[in-house]
T-cell receptor, first 118, second 110 residues
Framework: GAVVSQHPSRVICKSGTSVKIECRSL??????MFWYRQFPKQSLMLMAT?????????EQGVEKDKFLINHASLTLSTLTVTSAHPEDSSFYIC??????????????FGSGTQLSVL | LAKTTQPISMDSYEGQEVNITCSHN???????ITWYQQFPSQGPRFIIQ???TKVTNEVASLFIPADRKSSTLSLPRVSLSDTAVYYC???????????FGKGTTLSVSS
């Protein structure tokens, strides 16, 4: 299946700093990518839908000014956590849609980024 | 979006067949049923997807009754490495943003 690369896999930062997470579709073009957040022992929560060349669509309750999403190319979407605080510590996961995939699997997930804010 | 209900946890032993059933009573005509597996600190991994009847691949089987209000993921002869969280999801079309429920934590013991 298609590969989605997410970087970094783990990041530790100080409170008040900003952190950027990259999500790349390695062997396909993704006009749409999705960002999720997952707290320990909980399920994935959809944060936003990222569309190439346009503004992201955020789910209710997700602050768009805090979680900046940029999808400038068909293979890259970035999530920037601005002015991070300890409560932003979480596992962030991206996924990308490959509508041309030959199989039923059309949505591919990155390996996730563990963010720890001190 | 159709809400899904599945057991919170299940226990099994190596070599056994495990069946995880998911209820999706308000599934719509155009909805697909997809199952994902997630290990700790990793992104979800696609297992299988179906629309009706039975689907089988090299990893699992998916049984969907005629009314499509439930589905059962069958894992043949599980091993310790199958210990993970399994999510049942229903989505309008392949590739649509997936809304995850609580999932089923499967624990396989030796």
């Amino acid at each position: 299946g298609a590969v989605v690369s997410q970087h970094p896999s783990r990041v530790i930062c100080k409170s008040g700093t900003s952190v950027k997470i990259e999500c790349r579709s390695l062997d396909f073009q993704a006009t749409t990518m999705f960002w999720y957040r997952q707290f320990p022992k909980q399920s994935l929560m959809l944060m936003a839908t990222s569309n190439e060349g346009s503004k992201a669509t955020y789910e209710q309750g997700v602050e768009k000014d805090k979680f900046l999403i940029n999808h400038a190319s068909l293979t890259l979407s970035t999530l920037t956590v601005t002015s991070a605080h300890p409560e932003d510590s979480s596992f962030y996961i991206c996924s990308a849609r490959d509508l041309k995939a030959a199989t039923n699997e059309k949505l591919f997930f990155g390996s996730g980024t563990q963010l720890s804010v001190l | 979006l159709a809400k899904t209900t599945q057991p919170i946890s299940m226990d099994s032993y190596e070599g056994q067949e495990v069946n995880i059933t998911c209820s999706h009573n308000n599934i719509a005509t155009n909805d697909y049923i997809t199952w994902y597996q997630q290990f700790p600190s990793q992104g979800p991994r696609f297992i299988i997807q179906g629309y009706k009847t039975k689907v089988t691949n090299e990893v699992a089987s998916l049984f969907i009754p005629a009314d499509r209000k439930s589905s059962t993921l069958s894992l043949p002869r599980v091993s310790l490495s199958d210990t993970a969280v399994y999510y049942c999801l229903v989505a309008r079309e392949a590739g649509t943003a997936l809304i995850f429920g609580k999932g089923t934590t499967l624990s396989v013991s030796s």
